[in-house]
């Protein structure tokens, strides 16, 4: 990737019009999006950077769709992220984790746009009081109703392998932006001194094995018991196999699975009496995240089926997720086969 003026450094801008050149039949509109999505995010990485400052944080008083106290920040981050993709002209609905149903755009550019957009717009959002670092997830899909007509629920209940594309948001030590539209994974790191995010991390590949595994073992005595043998199998002693296995879980998905992806590791939310289908929504946390995880030749499941392959029945819905390098995942299904 040939930086302008001779620079080492490949913005986010330069790098999408790069790779826009590599595909002239593409006429823009992705990248116009995500151009908008990089752009909400430095506002929202603005304002978390400042939560403990500002008295953002504490409770906005209204519960979201989940049933959870709705933070201060998470209606700004979907408020901006909300603006932010229909400003883009190219999205004509969004799904996201704060509204009970989809938001569809009526108005001139957007009501014809090809995409629709789905988001949890400040996953972990429990953890900002404690400055633990929080995380944006999205996915996008080409609309299957027609063109200047009003988008509807059937746009977002399509299979992850039909994303075009998804990625996440990490707001953490810096703030980066990973992202794949199918071509591999890339992550950008925001420089608050140029405001730009930059190109730090090309061509993402998450090793096949690795020595990390992320559960809440809180849950232990509620977890299959496929689940409860893989857990006891990280921790025996097996020096060949590099076991015991080394825990780290802090409960931001995008957090735990991010470092995952970087070191190898796996990352597990299963089905628990409180959660029978497990905590995480399939269209905005699982499918985004498995397309970012197959990309990068890691693999993400329910236990039985792929992530991507699950055909959606409800907009919020939830599912076990089995994310991370394909090793460890495939040696998971072999304890849930073994222990159905
Ligand atoms: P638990 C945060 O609330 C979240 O949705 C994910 O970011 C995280 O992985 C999970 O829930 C943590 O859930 O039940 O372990 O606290």
Redesign the pocket.
């Known amino acids: 990737m040939k930086a302008s003026a001779g620079y080492q450094i490949v913005t986010l801008n330069e790098f999408i019009i790069n790779r826009q050149e590599e595909h002239p039949e593409a006429k823009g509109d992705l990248s116009r999006l995500l151009h908008h999505i990089g752009v909400a995010a430095k506002i929202v990485n603005k304002k978390i950077n400042k939560a403990g400052l500002v008295d953002i944080l504490g409770e906005a008083g209204e519960v979201n769709v ?1 049933g ?1 106290e709705v933070k201060k920040l998470d209606v700004f981050a979907n408020d901006h992220f909300m603006a932010a993709v229909k400003a883009s002209g190219e999205v004509c609905a969004i799904a996201s984790e704060e509204n009970q149903e989809i938001v569809t755009f009526n108005d001139g550019l957007s009501r014809d746009g090809h995409y629709v957009f789905c988001m ?1 717009p400040l ?5 900002i009081e404690v400055n633990v670092s ?2 944006t997830i999205f996915s996008i899909y080409r609309r299957i109703s027609p063109a200047g007509e009003r988008a509807h629920v059937s746009d977002f209940l399509q299979s992850g392998h039909r994303q075009v594309a998804a990625g996440y948001v990490i707001y953490g030590s810096s703030t980066m932006m990973v992202y794949t539209t199918g071509n591999g994974v890339d992550g950008f790191t925001l420089d608050p001194g140029i405001g730009e995010f930059c190109l730090s991390h090309p061509r993402i590949r998450t090793p096949d094995d690795g020595r990390i595994y ?3 073992e ?2 232990y005595v509620h977890f299959p018991m496929g689940v409860k043998r893989y857990i006891k199998y990280c921790q025996e002693i097996d020096p060949e196999s590099h076991r015991p296995y080394t825990s780290r ?9 991010h470092r995952n992806l970087l070191m190898g590791g796996i ?1 597990i ?1 299963p089905e ?1 009496q ?2 029978p289908k497990g ?3 399939l269209i905005y ?1 699982c499918n985004p995240i498995a397309y970012v995880a197959e990309q990068a030749g890691g693999m993400a499941s329910n236990g039985t089926t792929r992530t991507m392959d699950i055909v959606p029945s409800d907009l919020h819905q939830r599912v076990p997720f089995y994310v991370g390098s394909s090793r460890m995942v495939d040696k998971v299904h072999d304890f849930l086969r073994e222990f159905p």
């Open positions: 989940q959870e949890d996953d972990g959002s429990s953890n929080v995380g992320s559960i809440n809180g849950n879980y802090i409960g931001s998905l995008v957090s735990d699975f990352f939310y628990t409180s959660a905590k995480l929504r946390e």
